[in-house]
């Protein structure tokens, strides 16, 4: 199962930029110029962001029966169903925006703990996937957790 970035964000973040960069060139000769220079490129930047978005294959969510590969501006992750204890719904810090967390398994952390010498957090996630891949969080949350794992 492949899950995409939802075309319609990106193409209102490629509009805003673009309004912005526009806004920014018309008004030059208004606004000091290190001032326009730090806005163009900032905004520029976003632009391009926006831009690669929406080329097939740059965000991405696949569900395998091996388990998760997500691509986000053409760099892919990937972990395994035995490394993964549950996928969770949290809220992050603005109070608004919903994101997909998860807890690796037992293995994984007594792993670590021993790595590192002291015990891993198990009050916060152990990570966040960086989209919702065109589903809300809880939708993608029971299509996670629901999945036969090999």
């Known amino acids: 199962m492949v899950l995409k970035s939802s075309k319609l964000k990106n193409l209102l973040l490629l509009a805003l930029t673009g309004v912005f960069v526009f806004i920014v ?6 606004i000091p110029m ?3 220079h730090i806005a163009s490129i900032f905004f ?5 962001v926006a831009l690669l978005q929406l080329l097939p294959g740059a965000s991405q969510l696949e569900i395998a029966s091996d388990g998760i590969r997500y691509t986000v501006l ?3 992750n990937f972990i395994p169903w035995n490394e993964i204890s549950y996928f969770y719904e949290l809220t992050m810090q603005d109070g ?3 994101k997909v967390g998860w807890h690796y398994s037992e293995e994984v952390v007594l792993e670590a703990e021993a790595k590192q010498g002291y015990p891993v957090n198990m009050d916060i996630p152990h990570g966040i996937l960086p989209d919702n891949f065109g ?9 996670l ?6």
């Open 25 to 30: 060139l018309y008004f030059r000769s208004d």
């Open 34 to 36: 290190y001032m326009g």
């Open 44 to 48: 520029g930047i976003g632009f391009i």
């Open 74 to 76: 053409f760099r892919t």
């Open 96 to 98: 608004k925006t919903k």
């Open 135 to 143: 589903k809300s969080a809880s939708d993608l949350v029971k299509i």
């Open 145 to 150: 957790n629901g999945f036969p794992r090999a």
